[in-house]
């Protein structure tokens, strides 16, 4: 174990991973480096082959070209020896309905070969640390989603694994649940744990991750920290408000090139990349000029939906154009 | 991880043990289907059926009191047959509760850890095996409490539960494959039909004999014919000559050829992906 734990080169290393179904090329050309003890969020609408991606990485799924080490392991070779080391949470619960929470996370210690005294206290610890003492001796089927599926994550960690998949672990998720979710992410970091997650919310790759990635119908568009991306956009979009159309109108007219979107029914005008101070003093000084009235300002700072717009031409929650 | 293969055969065993312990409305329907049909054959028509067995003076003009005595020939040639048709049907549910628990995550889960191969296949197996020996029990207590009186003596009675163990893993195994070859709980419920149709179709109600041409060679020929006879002899003490040998001999080959289906089945499986 210790030596497969002190793996010196990336947790993760993907080089020119591709995967097809049928006819359909799902992942086409892939590349990946994920650091030991680090958050990396795999970002993309649905259908951009997020969850294939993941299933390649546990060994559920051979590609069909391509390198894939975890852990240092070739997936593909040695895939029992990857799954030694990994752990995975996937959108599909995988918890059994029919036994209590307690029996699901004794299950797990049985099949880790943990000892009876050891299997049992830690199955108490993730009890406790996942919010779920008081439901533990009632069957899974009376829980409810977000029970579900903070034990699916607590059941991940029996084996202590080394690498985490979480494929978008936040889904459907009510708040108190999410929040849970996203402590035990940071506190696993914390531990040296390398936590890969998939998700459509570009608002929580935002949070946690350290470093991420979008994929677009199969193909890695952008990588980088959040701030990195964050750089490939000029940054925010200013919204302004208006009293009356006539205003709305000359102001398109005034702002026209850079390509703002008109909401005409609450008479507003949305410019993005004009979020800087500079640019948002000139916006405003050339609508003077003009004698337009502006009623209301608003400054948002640039997201990574930003990012995806640009990079992609679609916004993040938008399916993915069919190959 | 072939040091585990046993632990982890273990521990799904008991995962399918436990279920069985906490729905055993399953092990009651696979035991009250041969009881039923069992009770049906046996007052219903057993009184002409035992007739025609020669055992006695004749359905027709007999009367009432020889209907009685056909009615318990019947009773003791048809027992060994309704214990088979139980193994068979114990396979429904087999077949469906594999099928169900496949696109249950939690097998996903299972595939992504470092457990021993076929482990989750083997618990499916034994656990059923299990049931079936379960509900095996219950229509000989029933069987019993109508009259069944086995004639032969108690080392007969245990190659007699060996041989319905036997039964029992053939069957289980093959349905274990059918389940896993089932892309839905439906077909699943419906692939394992023939097999509690085939007991029929030998020698376990009427003897084979007395069957028209092709049909009465099939019922020569296939497993269960051999399975029923052996096991009517080590239960009432008929002739049982060949029959063991090849009663054991499908059994083993059956349980075989389904384990193999079943491994690759299982290692072929698709993954579910989420809505």
Not at chain 2, 136 to 160: E, S
Request: charged fraction near 20%.
């Amino acid at each position: 174990m210790s030596a497969q734990r002190s793996t010196a080169g990336p947790a993760i290393w993907v080089r020119g991973l591709r995967k097809s179904f049928e006819k359909s090329v799902v992942l086409d050309g892939i590349d990946l480096d994920v650091d030991a003890g680090t958050v990396f969020a795999l970002l993309g609408p649905n259908g951009a082959g997020k969850t294939t991606a993941i299933h390649i990485l546990t060994t559920l799924l051979a590609p069909d070209a391509g390198e894939v080490l975890v852990g240092g392991v070739d997936v593909v070779r040695h895939p029992d020896a990857v799954r030694r080391l990994i752990g995975l949470t996937g959108q599909v619960s995988a918890v059994d309905q029919q036994f209590t929470g307690t029996e699901n996370l004794l299950l797990m210690a049985d099949l880790h070969h943990l000892g009876r005294a050891e299997g049992r206290a830690r199955v108490h610890g993730l009890l406790e640390r996942f919010d779920l003492v008081a439901a533990a001796d009632r069957p899974v089927q009376t829980w409810s989603g977000g029970m579900r599926r903070r034990l699916d994550l607590a059941m991940t960690l029996v084996g202590d694994p080394r690498i985490i998949f979480l494929d978008e672990p936040t889904t459907g998720l009510d708040p108190r649940s999410r929040r849970v979710m996203h402590d035990i992410v940071r506190e696993l970091v914390g531990e040296g744990v390398t936590v890969f997650l998939t998700t459509q919310y570009l608002d929580e790759a935002d949070r946690p991750a350290s470093r991420i990635a979008l994929l677009d119908a199969g193909r890695i568009v952008a990588l980088g920290t959040p701030a990195e991306l964050k750089r490939l956009v000029p940054g925010g979009s200013v919204r302004l408000e208006f009293g009356s159309a006539a205003d709305l109108e000359q102001a398109a007219r005034v702002v026209d090139g850079n390509g703002p979107v008109r909401d005409e029914a609450s008479l507003a005008l949305e410019i993005r990349g004009e979020g800087g101070v500079h640019a948002l003093r000139t916006l405003l000084d050339r609508l003077d000029a003009a004698s337009v009235k502006v009623e209301a300002v608003t400054v948002r700072a640039a997201d990574l939906d930003d990012v995806f717009l640009s990079l992609t031409g679609r916004s993040g929650s938008q399916e993915a154009p069919k190959p | 991880m072939t040091a585990h293969a046993l632990a982890d055969t273990v521990t799904m065993l008991r995962r399918s043990l436990r279920r069985m312990r906490r729905y055993p409305s399953l092990t009651l329907f696979i035991a009250g289907i041969p009881v039923v049909l069992m009770l049906l054959f046996v007052y219903v028509f057993g009184g002409t059926l035992g007739a025609g067995l020669g055992s006695s003076g004749g359905a027709l003009g007999g009367g009432a009191a020889n209907a009685g005595l056909d009615r318990d020939a019947y009773l003791a040639y048809v027992v060994p047959g309704i214990l088979l048709i139980g193994v068979a049907g114990a396979g429904h549910g087999t077949a469906i509760s594999v099928a169900m628990d496949m696109t249950a995550g939690i097998i996903a889960r299972f595939r992504t850890m470092a457990i021993a191969r076929g482990s989750v296949l083997a618990g499916h197996i034994l656990g059923s095996v299990v049931q079936t020996l379960l509900a095996t029990v219950i229509v000989v207590i029933v069987a019993l409490a109508i009259g069944f009186r086995p004639t032969t003596g108690p080392l007969d009675w245990l190659a007699a539960t060996g041989l319905i163990v036997l039964a029992a893993v053939a069957v289980s195994t093959l349905c274990v494959a059918l389940g896993l070859a089932a892309n839905s709980v439906e077909t699943a419920s419906n692939s394992p039909m023939f097999l509690t149709l085939l007991p029929f179709l030998g020698s376990g109600f009427v003897p084979a004999s007395t069957m028209p041409g092709p049909l009465r060679w099939f019922a020569e020929n296939q497993p269960f014919t051999p399975l029923n006879e052996a096991l009517r002899g080590l239960l009432i003490g008929t002739p049982i000559g060949g029959t063991g040998l090849l009663a054991v001999a499908w059994c083993v080959g059956v349980a075989a050829l389904g384990l193999i289906w079943a491994l690759r089945l299982y290692e072929r499986l698709p993954v579910r992906v989420g809505g």
